[in-house]
């Protein structure tokens, strides 16, 4: 039995970060948004095993 309720009061709908502090100390991402997903995604697609795993 499925029961719903009402959404916790303060729950966040989204996060945002700010990495503005740490780019002053010097650093900078390895790989910009759209290469980081493109890499992410070839992974996946190339390690079917490790998330077939989690359908178990």
């Avoid at 945002?16 to 010097?26: P, Q, R, V």
């Avoid at 759209?34 to 095993?49: D, K, P």
């Amino acid at each position: 039995m499925i029961q719903l309720v009402e959404d916790r009061k303060g729950h966040d709908f989204r996060y945002s970060l700010d990495f503005s502090k740490i780019k002053k100390l010097g650093w900078k991402p390895m790989y910009d948004f759209e290469t980081a997903l493109s890499e992410t995604v070839h992974w996946y697609r190339q390690n079917i095993w490790w998330w077939e795993r989690l359908k178990r």
